[in-house]
Nanobody, 123 residues
Framework: VQLQASGGGSVQAGGSLRLSCAAS??????VTWFRQAPGEEREFVAA????????YYSDSVKGRFTISRASDKNTVYLQMNSLKPEDTAVYYC???????????????????WGQGTQVTVSS
């Protein structure tokens, strides 16, 4: 599975960005966004079940971020609204073909990763 992430950038607090993760290759079970700020652990942001489209969010982004899957192509989006300076990080999309629900929150369970994309939110 190959993942291609895009859409990062710089924005002021309160602004919006949309990240994209284009997947190719084998079918996956979950596609998930993680983020990592300098000196911090890689953190779960949001996940989507590929077939059911059920979504999961961290408490820190719930209500502000929306993860979705395009109906006509193998792309997952992360719409980020009401951005805060603490959202500043490198964002990574990840996928796995066999991961189970109880494991989606932990980055080390994923076999496939896209390159990171920087999101910077200024106050």
């Amino acid at each position: 599975v190959q993942l291609q992430a895009s859409g990062g950038g710089s924005v002021q607090a309160g602004g919006s960005l949309r990240l994209s993760c284009a997947a190719s290759g084998h079918t996956v079970r979950y596609v998930t966004w993680f983020r990592q700020a300098p000196g911090e652990e890689r953190e779960f942001v949001a996940a989507i079940n590929w077939s059911s489209r059920i979504t999961y969010y961290s408490d820190s982004v719930k209500g502000r971020f929306t993860i979705s899957r395009a109906s006509d192509k193998n792309t997952v989006y992360l719409q980020m609204n009401s951005l805060k300076p603490e959202d500043t990080a490198v964002y990574y999309c990840a996928a796995d073909s066999s991961i189970i629900l109880s494991s989606i929150w932990q980055w080390f369970h994923y076999d496939y990763w896209g390159q990171g994309t920087q999101v910077t939110v200024s106050s």
